[in-house]
């Protein structure tokens, strides 16, 4: 039996639900090869869109926080390295003198002697020491040796001893040594 003569066995009805499922069929597939590429790539553009304009809104904000990082990176190497990274070798004993004299008059503390020990090699590092006393009350001493961290940046305290300046007095002597550091070159 050829398919022809089949279809001319089926009812009328049955030929227009047959070619009525083709229809959509065919429909559904010229749909699904041709708009939907299309609608995916609205879809795309609409969300590409929508990010733009979140960053064109917040623009300043993204502004202002990329200079707060630059600050904050800024802010850690100062206190990695403080100010003496930029400072030439010749000059690094005067500069560490000087503002240990700052640093021990702002927390009312007396330099009773600074001694720097030539630089030496440690590995790939070179050290630079320097023998230090001071004199003044347990508090201030203490403030002392916090703000030389902030201020001096990385410094390391190899060596500190303190005892009083006379048996029964608040004034306390401490001696140290401490130490900064630079990169062989």
């Known amino acids: 039996m050829k398919a022809i003569d089949y279809l001319g066995m089926m009812e009328t009805r049955m030929l227009k639900i047959i070619s009525a499922g083709i229809i959509l069929l065919l429909l559904a597939l010229i749909f699904s090869s041709v708009m939907m590429p299309k609608i995916k790539e609205y879809k795309a553009v609409e969300k590409s869109r929508a990010v733009l304009e979140d960053i064109s809104t917040n623009q300043v904000n993204l502004n202002d926080e990329i200079s707060l990082q630059k600050q904050s990176v800024e802010q850690l190497v100062k206190s990695i390295h403080g100010e003496m990274m930029s400072i030439p ?3 690094i004993e005067s500069f560490v003198i000087s503002m240990l004299q700052k640093i021990s008059l702002a927390n009312h ?4 002697s600074i001694q720097p020990v030539p630089w030496r ?4 590092y070179r050290e630079l020491l320097f023998n ?3 004199t003044g009350d347990y508090i201030d001493l203490y403030h002392l040796i916090n703000d030389m961290s902030e201020e001096m940046g990385f410094i390391v305290v190899n060596k ?4 009083s300046q006379q048996t029964g007095s608040k004034v306390l002597v401490m001696k140290m040594t401490i130490a900064s550091y630079r990169i062989q070159e």
């Open 160 to 163: 500190m001893e303190m005892h």
């Open 132 to 134: 230090v006393e001071f």
């Open 89 to 91: 070798d010749q000059y």
């Open 109 to 112: 503390v007396n330099i009773g």
């Open 121 to 124: 090699t440690l590995k790939s």
